[in-house]
């Protein structure tokens, strides 16, 4: 069973920006296409954006298109998202995901498709 773990979330100002980091096995993190969802309170969990194996691929959600930028060091095992102008609607445990694929360009953006996920960080934004 592979761990995911999140961290970088906070308490932050609508407007500011915040980077979270999601690390991994280094045996396997290059094999993984992974992605970035986030659970709002009371709502269900969405997806924000997701990377392909060889990073070329990424694809956003419109909700965060143009303020969030994903990326990955496969040398660090670590999957980031860059989050800038972060507004209250951005409030939300975000958690990573990872799954392992044999193509270097595919990318997931549905939950189901997932094998592996972090247990969340949480990203409050105060208006």
């Known amino acids: 069973q592979e761990e995911l773990v999140e961290s970088g979330g906070g308490l932050v100002q609508a407007g500011d920006s915040l980077r979270l980091s999601c690390t991994t096995s280094a045996r396997f993190f290059s094999t993984y296409a992974m992605a970035w969802f986030r659970q709002a309170p009371g709502k269900e969990r969405e997806w924000v954006g997701s990377i392909s194996r060889s990073g070329d691929t990424i694809r956003y959600s419109n909700s965060v298109e143009g303020r969030f930028r994903i990326a990955r060091d496969n040398s660090k095992h670590t999957l980031f998202l860059q989050m800038d102008a972060l507004n209250a609607e951005d409030t939300a445990i975000y958690y990573c995901?990872?799954?392992?694929?044999?193509?270097?360009?595919?990318?997931?953006?549905?939950?189901?498709?997932?094998?592996?996920w972090g247990q969340g960080t949480q990203v409050t934004v105060s208006s």
């Open positions: 995901a990872a799954k392992s694929v044999a193509v270097m360009s595919v990318w997931y953006q549905m939950e189901q498709h997932y094998d592996y």
